[in-house]
């Protein structure tokens, strides 16, 4: 890794380290730079316990708990500079005893995590905040639970026993933690090493094509296809004009179907009659965020052509700023004779209203963060 210099034109070196070499420990430092800064690990998190022991008749306890976009737990396994040979199992062994965690259990280990670490906020809340449901709607652990490893180095028992896990659908993802020093100033790198990201696109449409021989309902089955087969287009569609606005693509209606900037997160939100892409502030609660970009308003609007639309949300922790397509528009697209065509035109809108709404907005958000 090498630090630019633009003074000299020239790049500096960084010196590679290893975390005893610092001083670095596992639970007083990286454990607590993930639980602070869960977005290193490349999706939205909601950290909602650490150092997690009640399991029933076991002293065994994991290292963090998370919740993913779509209510599912998480388990974050963190070593130093070695994972050791027993990682995995370890893992294994706290997802098993997670797997059976109710919803309201959810709810009270993290709220047990909220009045010890977070001034005693209101869990339930927090959640309905975070996956941006109803309280009618909240199910949480429904799918089969993952693991998330962190480690400088990989020991060749891991990676092959995490690869064939992979294969057998057991959701997993190992992140390598390098620390890097230049004089007294000390640098982390945390990148995606297993499933690699260029690969990991290929392996969920692969997954998905098992899903038509499951027994899932025919309906459910069709409709996630479709909505899958959807934002493939449209990945396909901003990447032929060299933008890449959408990480990641599944059966996905709304919400976790875009990209973060900072904290900001810009989404593509798909409904059966209404579309938007908007920039969504999740962790907003005194609307610091939105009332220093509401002061941008009038500039931005004036730089925008169409209607944004500024929602504080004060009885929530969340607030946006979206940009819809309007009434009219929605009618001629309902009013296609085909799927391909309808299709075709709402890409095209997508497409043109992220990028539009995107380079309006964000270098305000640029500005006050």
């Not at 085909?338 to 305000?364: G, H, K, Q």
Request: charged share 35%; with cysteine.
């Amino acid at each position: 890794m090498y630090k630019i210099n633009k003074s000299t034109n020239n790049v500096e070196k960084l010196e590679k380290r290893l975390f005893k070499e610092l001083k670095i420990k596992e639970r007083d430092h990286l454990q607590e730079w993930i639980a602070k800064n869960p977005e290193m690990l490349g999706e939205d998190l909601l950290i909602i316990q650490k150092e997690y022991d009640g399991f029933n008749d076991t002293n065994e306890r994991l290292d963090l708990l998370a919740i993913n976009k779509n209510g599912g737990l998480v388990i974050i396994e963190n070593k130093l500079d070695d994972t050791g040979r027993d990682v995995v199992w370890q893992a294994l062994k706290y997802t098993s005893y997670c797997s059976t965690l109710t919803t309201s259990q959810i709810i009270k280990i993290y709220q047990d995590y909220l009045n010890k670490w977070q001034n005693s906020e209101d869990a339930k809340q927090n959640l309905l905040d975070f996956l941006e449901i109803s309280e009618e709607e909240l199910l949480l652990n429904r799918n089969d639970q993952r693991m998330i490893f962190v480690a400088n180095n990989y020991r060749k028992e891991v990676t092959s026993t995490v690869l064939w896990l992979l294969k057998h659908d057991i959701q997993i993802k190992c992140f390598r933690a390098t620390p890097y020093s230049m004089g007294d100033d000390v640098f982390l790198q945390v990148e995606q090493i297993i499933p690699l990201p260029e690969t990991a696109e290929f392996m969920i449409d692969a997954k998905e094509k098992e899903k038509e021989e499951s027994a899932k309902s025919k309906t459910v089955e069709e409709s996630e296809l479709r909505l899958t087969k959807f934002w493939t287009l449209l990945k396909a569609k901003l990447k032929e004009n060299k933008i890449d606005f959408l990480e990641r693509v599944g059966p996905n209606p709304y919400y976790n179907i875009g990209f973060s900037k900072g904290k900001g997160y810009y989404g593509y939100c798909l409904g059966r009659h209404n579309f938007r892409v908007e920039l969504y502030l999740s962790n907003d609660t005194n609307k610091e965020l939105f009332d220093a970009m509401y002061k941008y308003k009038d500039a931005i609007e004036s730089k925008f052509e169409g209607k944004i639309e500024w929602e504080r949300l004060d009885n929530k922790k969340a607030s946006r700023i979206k940009f819809e397509m309007t009434k009219e528009q929605v009618s001629s697209l309902e009013g296609k004779f085909s799927e391909e065509l309808y299709w075709n035109d709402l890409i095209d809108w997508y497409a043109d209203a992220m990028v539009r709404f995107y380079n309006t907005v964000n270098p305000y958000l640029e500005k006050i963060r």
